[in-house]
C-alpha cells in the first residue's frame, strides 16, 4: 500500500518534471530585456527618456526609441529594431508585415541581447563558450529526464528495481544540470559585467543616455520549478528501487 502510494506521488511529480522541463526548453523566453535610447535629443525637449515593461503583451514605441528582447535556447527576437547594414539578415528571420518590424536570429549566433558582436574578440569568444555550456548542460537535462521517464515506464509492469533506481538517477540529474543551467543563467545577469560594458559602449557610440533594463522570463520560472519536481521524483524513484530490491 505505502510503496503504491509513493508510486503514483512519484510518478506525478515525474510528470511534472518533464513537462515544465520540456516548456523551459521549447520556449525562447529565458531572459527579457529593453533598451531605451532617444538619439536624437538636441532636437527633442524631452529628454526623461521612456521606461517599458517587458511582458506577454509587448508595448510598442512608433519612435523607435524602445526596442524589446526575448531570447532563449534557440531564437532571440527584437521588436522595433531598424536593421542596419551590421546586422547579417541572411542568419535572421524578419517579418515586415507586422509593425513595428521583429527580427529573430539563432541565439547561439551570440550569447546575449545585442545586434552585433563588440569589438573585444576575447570577450566574443568567451561568452559563444559560456553560452555554449549553457545549451549543453540544458540538452543533457532534457536528454536526461526523457530517458529516465522512459526507463520508469519500462520498470513499471515488471516491478524491476534496477530500472527504478536507474530512473531515479537519470531524474536527478536532470535536475542537477538544469540547476546549473538557473546558476549560470544569474551569474550571466548579476556576476558577469557584460551587460554594464555593452551599455557604456553605447552610451559613448550611439547615444549617452541609453539605458536596458532585463529581467527573468518564463522560461526561466519554468525551469526552476521542473528542478524542484525532477528532484523530489528522482530521490522517490531510488527510494522505490531499493524497497522493491529488498522485498524481493
Known amino acids: 500500500m505505502k510503496l503504491g502510494v509513493a508510486l503514483c506521488f512519484?510518478?506525478?511529480?515525474?510528470?511534472?518534471?518533464?513537462?515544465?522541463i520540456f516548456l523551459s526548453f521549447g520556449?525562447?523566453?529565458?531572459?527579457?530585456?529593453?533598451?531605451?535610447?532617444?538619439?536624437?535629443?538636441?532636437?527633442?525637449?524631452?529628454?526623461?527618456?521612456?521606461?517599458?515593461?517587458?511582458?506577454?503583451?509587448?508595448?510598442?514605441?512608433?519612435?523607435?526609441?524602445?526596442?524589446?528582447?526575448?531570447?532563449?535556447?534557440?531564437w532571440c527576437c527584437y521588436f522595433g529594431l531598424k536593421l542596419d547594414e551590421n546586422f547579417n539578415q541572411t542568419w535572421a528571420q524578419w517579418i515586415s508585415h507586422k509593425s513595428p518590424l521583429k527580427v529573430c536570429y539563432p541565439a547561439y549566433l551570440y550569447p546575449f541581447p545585442v545586434t552585433s558582436p563588440?569589438?573585444?574578440?576575447?570577450?566574443?569568444?568567451?561568452?559563444?563558450?559560456?553560452?555554449?555550456?549553457?545549451?549543453?548542460?540544458?540538452?543533457?537535462?532534457?536528454?536526461?529526464?526523457?530517458?529516465?521517464?522512459?526507463?520508469?515506464?519500462?520498470?513499471a509492469p515488471f516491478a524491476n528495481h534496477c530500472l527504478?533506481?536507474?530512473?531515479?538517477?537519470?531524474?536527478?540529474?536532470?535536475?542537477?544540470?538544469?540547476?546549473?543551467?538557473?546558476?549560470?543563467?544569474?551569474?550571466?545577469l548579476h556576476v558577469l559585467d557584460v551587460f554594464q560594458t555593452y551599455m557604456e559602449q553605447k552610451r559613448l557610440t550611439h547615444c549617452q543616455d541609453f539605458s536596458m533594463t532585463l529581467s527573468y522570463g518564463p522560461s526561466f520560472v519554468f525551469a526552476s520549478i521542473g528542478i524542484f519536481f525532477?528532484?523530489?521524483?528522482?530521490?522517490?524513484?531510488?527510494l522505490i528501487g531499493r524497497t522493491v530490491q529488498i522485498q524481493h
Not at 512519484?10 to 515544465?20: D, P, Q, W
Not at 533598451?35 to 521612456?50: I, Q
Not at 527504478?164 to 550571466?188: D, P, R
Not at 525532477?230 to 531510488?238: D, E, H, R, T, W
Open 118 to 155: 563588440s569589438n573585444n574578440a576575447t570577450n566574443d569568444n568567451s561568452a559563444i563558450i559560456y553560452r555554449g555550456f549553457w545549451s549543453v548542460f540544458m540538452l543533457i537535462s532534457v536528454a536526461a529526464v526523457a530517458l529516465g521517464g522512459f526507463f520508469i515506464i519500462c520498470a
Open 10 to 20: 512519484a510518478g506525478v511529480f515525474g510528470a511534472l518534471a518533464a513537462v515544465f
Open 27 to 74: 520556449t525562447d523566453y529565458w531572459l527579457l530585456a529593453s533598451e531605451t535610447c532617444s538619439p536624437d535629443v538636441k532636437e527633442s525637449k524631452d529628454t526623461d527618456g521612456l521606461t517599458i515593461t517587458l511582458a506577454a503583451d509587448v508595448v510598442y514605441d512608433e519612435s523607435g526609441k524602445i526596442i524589446s528582447v526575448h531570447s532563449g535556447l534557440f
Open 164 to 188: 527504478y533506481k536507474a530512473g531515479g538517477g537519470l531524474f536527478l540529474t536532470s535536475g542537477f544540470f538544469l540547476l546549473c543551467v538557473v546558476v549560470m543563467q544569474v551569474v550571466w
Open 230 to 238: 525532477s528532484l523530489l521524483a528522482g530521490l522517490l524513484f531510488l
